[in-house]
C-alpha cells in the first residue's frame, strides 16, 4: 500500500517561513491535499491539488509537488499556525486514499 | 452552506457495535461522495472508506473490510457508518467528510466528529 511520510515536528520562529514535507514514491504523479487541525477540532482544507487555496485561507499558506516530496510552505508564520498538518492523496493504484502521519507545527 | 452534523459521543464495551451518523445539508445530497476518516486520542487521521450517495456503492479501506458499513438515507439526507466486534483499538473520533463529486476529488468539508469510547 502506498505510503505518506511527513516529520513528525516542525518548529519555527515568528515572521519566519515554516516548510512541512509530505514524501511518497513519485508523489509528484498525484495531486496532494494538506489539511490543518487545531487541537479538538475537525480538521480544515488548507491547500489542495498541490498549491491550490479554498477561499478563507491566506496567501502566506502555498504548495509545491514534484519527485517525490510535496512541501507545505507557511510564510510569515503566526501564533495561529500552531497545528497539526495532514498531507493526502488519493492512492490510484489501490484506489484507496492515503493520509500522511501528520506534522506539529511549532511557532515558538 | 454545507454542514454536517453528526450524532452524539457513545460508549460502547467490548464486542459490541456502533452506529454513527452524519447528517447532510446546505447541497444536493446525492452529488457529492463522502468520507469517513478517524483519529485514535493522540494520532493521526486514517481514512476507512467512501460512499457514492447515489448509487449507494461503497468502497473500504483494507483494514475495515468486513467490518465497517457505510450506508445512506436519501429520504432524510442522513449518512451511516456502522462498526461492528468492536475493541478497544476502536475508541476514536470519527469524522464524516464530504468530498467532490468525484471520487478522486477531495474532502473538503468535515463534521465535527463523534466520540467513540470502547470500555470495559
Known amino acids: 500500500s502506498y505510503v505518506l511520510t511527513q516529520p513528525p515536528s516542525v518548529s519555527v520562529a515568528p515572521g519566519q517561513t515554516a516548510r512541512i514535507t509530505c514524501g511518497g514514491f513519485?508523489?509528484?504523479?498525484?495531486?496532494v491535499h494538506w489539511y490543518q487541525q487545531k487541537a479538538g477540532q475537525a480538521p480544515v482544507l488548507a491547500v489542495h491539488?498541490?498549491?491550490d487555496r479554498p477561499s478563507g485561507i491566506p496567501e502566506r499558506y502555498s504548495g509545491s509537488n514534484s519527485g517525490n516530496t510535496a512541501t507545505l510552505t507557511i510564510s510569515w508564520a503566526e501564533d495561529g499556525d500552531e497545528a497539526d498538518y495532514y498531507c493526502?492523496?488519493?492512492?490510484?493504484?489501490?484506489?484507496?486514499?492515503?493520509f500522511g502521519g501528520g506534522t506539529k507545527l511549532t511557532v515558538l | 452552506q454545507v454542514q454536517l452534523v453528526q450524532s452524539g459521543a457513545e460508549v460502547k464495551t467490548p464486542g459490541a457495535s456502533v452506529k454513527v451518523s452524519c447528517k447532510a445539508s446546505?447541497?444536493?445530497?446525492?452529488?457529492?461522495?463522502m468520507h469517513w476518516v478517524r483519529q485514535a486520542p493522540g494520532q493521526g487521521l486514517e481514512w476507512m472508506g467512501i460512499?457514492?450517495?447515489?448509487?449507494?456503492?461503497?468502497t473500504y479501506a483494507q483494514k475495515f473490510q468486513g467490518r465497517v458499513t457505510m450506508t445512506r438515507d436519501t429520504s432524510t439526507n442522513i449518512f451511516y457508518m456502522e462498526v461492528i466486534s468492536l475493541t478497544s483499538e476502536d475508541t476514536a473520533v470519527y469524522f464524516c467528510?464530504?468530498?467532490?463529486?468525484?471520487?478522486?476529488?477531495?474532502?473538503?468539508?468535515w463534521g465535527q466528529g463523534t466520540l467513540v469510547t470502547v470500555s470495559s
Open positions: 446546505g447541497y444536493f445530497f446525492t452529488s457529492y461522495y
Open positions: 493526502l492523496v488519493w492512492d490510484s493504484g489501490s484506489d484507496h486514499w492515503v
Open positions: 467528510a464530504r468530498g467532490g463529486g468525484r471520487r478522486i476529488e477531495m474532502p473538503s468539508h
Open positions: 491539488d498541490d498549491s
Open positions: 513519485g508523489i509528484g504523479g498525484k495531486s
Open positions: 460512499i457514492n450517495p447515489s448509487g449507494g456503492y461503497t
